[in-house]
């Protein structure tokens, strides 16, 4: 059967928290067991479909209770549409006719890059598994297949359910609908299953194993060597007593720009010495926003919260070196050179350990409290700049083509 192409990404999410998000039922003194990432698993699945581009989102729910109307005044604070449904005819007000509508089961976690992946797909599809025994969690289709929890439909699909019974599951329903229209199936690697890609999340245990493999992927993805290896597992073990106070989520969230501004103001008051541990703070403090929110980039509306702390971090040089030469230009050469040589490192590409280092605000920033230390601000911007260029001919000199020639 040839398939029908569709140019636009799914457009509105359906959820479910019909009896099987845990996280929203618990009590609260078992809340921390049965938390994702510091939030509900529903809540998880919002933030990362809206990662994949999805701003529009509709929650197959029995019940409205106050912490499901929470969370949609929470999403609607950053233009985030959360509406609630209870049968076929409901979902039928929020939809148009050309919406892709990404499905997702209830109980199922996705790794946030495996939803972006999927959801660039111009075909619609029902995810599957083959019907292994491993796979024992997923709802079964027939006796060889199970659905994988993803399916990506048309509007028109959904509008069959229509008349569908309100004690009927939407979600289920949906699933044999598809089906029967002949949406293709698509046939997932068991791989998915085995790495922690895709997760049925059942009880506490399950909460408490996702929540350390999160925590491992946000700690590997960080950029830098000092980021990655250090700062990253010291933060995750942080993260767990952040993720249960909102408070502490906050303060967390804007500690980086803070100890920035801090910076800047030790910076251009001359204690030289304060504004690199001002700055090294602040590479710290956002070392740890990254592993307890995962929110790098924002909402697309406001910069990323990573780009304004280093942005403040440059002036802070900048305005220390200014100083530290008696309001002469000497040091400015050497805080261009620094931060020329750091922006260009994160356009080009470069190996592995070059990448590690070269891109490591917090090496950076260690490296300048103790040249200032030792030999003064701008003179330690000065040994930074030779270091940071050494690195960068070991690089060339690593991935040049004679010696690609060599390891071929």
Same mark, same amino acid.
């Given at each position: 059967?040839?398939?029908?192409?569709?140019? +636009?990404?799914?457009?509105?999410?359906?959820?479910?928290?019909?009896?099987?998000?845990?996280?929203?039922?618990?009590?609260?003194?078992?809340?921390?067991?049965?938390?994702?990432?510091?939030?509900?698993? &529903?809540?998880?699945?919002? $933030?990362?479909?809206?990662?994949?581009?999805?701003? %529009?989102?509709? @929650? +197959?729910?029995?019940?409205?209770?106050?912490?499901?109307?929470?969370?949609?005044?929470?999403?609607?604070?950053?233009?985030?549409?959360?509406?609630?449904?209870?049968?076929?005819?409901?979902?039928?007000?929020?939809? $148009?006719?050309?919406? %892709?509508?990404?499905?997702?089961?209830?109980?199922?976690?996705? #790794?946030?890059?495996?939803?972006?992946?999927?959801?660039?797909?111009?075909?619609?599809? !029902?995810?599957?598994?083959?019907? =292994?025994? +491993?796979?024992?969690?997923?709802? %079964?289709?027939?006796?060889?297949?199970?659905?994988?929890?993803?399916?990506?439909?048309?509007?028109?699909?959904?509008?069959?359910?229509?008349?569908?019974?309100?004690?009927?599951?939407?979600?289920?329903?949906?699933?044999?609908?598809?089906? /029967?229209?002949? @949406?293709?199936?698509?046939?997932?690697?068991?791989?998915?299953?085995?790495?922690?890609?895709?997760?049925?999340?059942?009880?506490?245990?399950?909460?408490?194993?996702?929540? $350390?493999?999160?925590?491992?992927?946000?700690?590997?993805?960080?950029?830098?060597?000092? +980021?990655?290896? &250090?700062?990253?597992?010291?933060?995750?073990?942080?993260?767990?007593?952040?993720?249960?106070?909102?408070?502490?989520?906050?303060?967390?969230?804007? *500690?980086?720009?803070?100890?920035?501004?801090?910076?800047?103001?030790?910076?251009?008051?001359?204690?030289?010495?304060?504004?690199?541990?001002?700055?090294?703070?602040? @590479?710290?403090?956002?070392?740890?926003?990254?592993?307890?929110?995962?929110?790098?980039?924002? %909402?697309?509306?406001?910069?990323?919260?990573?780009? !304004?702390?280093? &942005? /403040?971090? !440059?002036?802070?040089?900048?305005?220390?070196?200014?100083?530290?030469?008696?309001?002469?230009?000497?040091?400015?050469?050497?805080?261009?050179?620094?931060?020329?040589?750091?922006?260009?490192?994160?356009?080009?590409?470069?190996?592995?350990?070059?990448?590690?280092?070269? =891109?490591?605000?917090?090496?950076?920033?260690?490296?300048?409290?103790?040249?200032? *230390?030792?030999?003064?601000?701008?003179?330690?911007? #000065?040994?930074?700049?030779?270091?940071?260029?050494?690195?960068?001919?070991?690089?060339?000199?690593?991935?040049?083509?004679?010696?690609?020639?060599?390891?071929?």
């Amino acid at each position: 059967m040839v398939s029908v192409r569709f140019p +636009e990404k799914p457009s509105v999410a359906l959820l479910s928290v019909t009896g099987g998000d845990v996280s929203t039922s618990s009590a609260p003194t078992d809340r921390g067991n049965t938390e994702l990432a510091g939030g509900s698993l &529903v809540a998880y699945q919002i $933030k990362t479909l809206c990662r994949a581009g999805i701003s %529009r989102f509709l @929650v +197959e729910v029995e019940n409205v209770d106050g912490a499901m109307l929470a969370l949609a005044d929470q999403c609607r604070q950053q233009d985030i549409l959360v509406d609630f449904v209870r049968t076929g005819a409901d979902i039928q007000r929020y939809l $148009k006719l050309d919406d %892709r509508v990404w499905v997702q089961s209830g109980q199922l976690y996705v #790794q946030p890059d495996f939803v972006e992946t999927l959801a660039k797909s111009a075909d619609n599809f !029902v995810a599957t598994l083959d019907g =292994r025994d +491993e796979n024992s969690l997923f709802e %079964r289709i027939d006796l060889n297949t199970r659905w994988a929890g993803i399916s990506v439909v048309s509007a028109s699909t959904i509008s069959m359910l229509k008349d569908l019974p309100e004690d009927w599951s939407i979600i289920s329903s949906l699933l044999r609908q598809a089906i /029967l229209a002949n @949406v293709p199936l698509r046939l997932l690697s068991q791989q998915h299953v085995n790495n922690g890609t895709l997760n049925i999340v059942q009880g506490p245990q399950d909460f408490v194993q996702l929540n $350390k493999q999160i925590l491992r992927r946000r700690v590997a993805s960080q950029p830098g060597m000092v +980021e990655a290896r &250090v700062l990253g597992p010291a933060s995750a073990k942080l993260v767990p007593f952040i993720w249960q106070s909102p408070i502490a989520l906050k303060l967390v969230k804007f *500690a980086g720009p803070i100890f920035a501004f801090g910076a800047i103001a030790l910076g251009v008051s001359g204690y030289a010495l304060a504004a690199t541990g001002a700055a090294f703070a602040a @590479v710290v403090a956002n070392s740890l926003r990254l592993a307890a929110t995962d929110d790098p980039n924002g %909402r697309g509306k406001i910069p990323s919260l990573t780009t !304004v702390t280093l &942005v /403040l971090l !440059v002036i802070a040089m900048f305005g220390a070196a200014y100083m530290d030469t008696s309001y002469t230009s000497d040091g400015l050469f050497a805080a261009f050179a620094v931060a020329s040589i750091a922006f260009i490192s994160m356009r080009v590409s470069l190996p592995h350990w070059a990448y590690g280092l070269l =891109r490591s605000a917090a090496m950076l920033s260690i490296l300048a409290i103790v040249g200032t *230390a030792v030999l003064g601000f701008t003179y330690a911007l #000065q040994w930074i700049m030779v270091a940071q260029l050494s690195v960068f001919m070991f690089a060339c000199y690593d991935s040049g083509p004679d010696k690609k020639a060599d390891q071929a």
